[in-house]
């Protein structure tokens, strides 16, 4: 399985950017992909997650509202919309995959993913 992320940038507060994630390498619908993000000195964080197959959604506090998870299934990507973007969103960002099961509350837990892409850093300047 291969993921490629791409999409960030500098983008000024209150601004937009669209991140994507491409994937590869086996078919997906019975995956749940991730978004997670890491600030400077501090830990991973999940952001949002969607279930390839029903397109189930789940977001973060922080990013609820402002944030929205797709996918095309038929493009094998993944999509992360941020509007009204803070600079407390900083960070590189990172989409991850794996298989569905277990609690729903394991697809927020950055331990349970097995496949990552490379991060893609979103600057917000205020």
């Known amino acids: 399985v291969q993921l490629q992320a791409s999409g960030g940038g500098l983008v000024q507060a209150g601004g937009s950017l669209r991140l994507s994630c491409a994937a590869s390498g086996r078919t997906f619908n019975s995956y749940v992909v991730g978004w997670f993000r890491q600030a400077p000195g501090k830990e991973r964080e999940f952001v949002a997650f969607?279930?390839?197959?029903?397109?189930?959604?789940y977001y973060a506090d922080s990013v609820k509202g402002r944030f929205t998870i797709s996918r095309d299934n038929a493009k094998n990507t993944m999509y992360l919309q941020m509007n009204s973007l803070k600079p407390e969103d900083t960070a590189v960002y990172s989409c991850?995959?794996?298989?569905?099961?277990?609690?729903?509350?394991?697809?927020?837990?950055?331990?349970?993913?097995?496949?990552w892409g490379q991060g893609t850093q979103v600057t917000v300047s205020s």
């Open positions: 969607i279930t390839w197959g029903g397109g189930s959604t």
């Open positions: 991850a995959t794996r298989q569905l099961g277990g609690s729903v509350s394991s697809y927020y837990r950055k331990e349970s993913y097995l496949y």
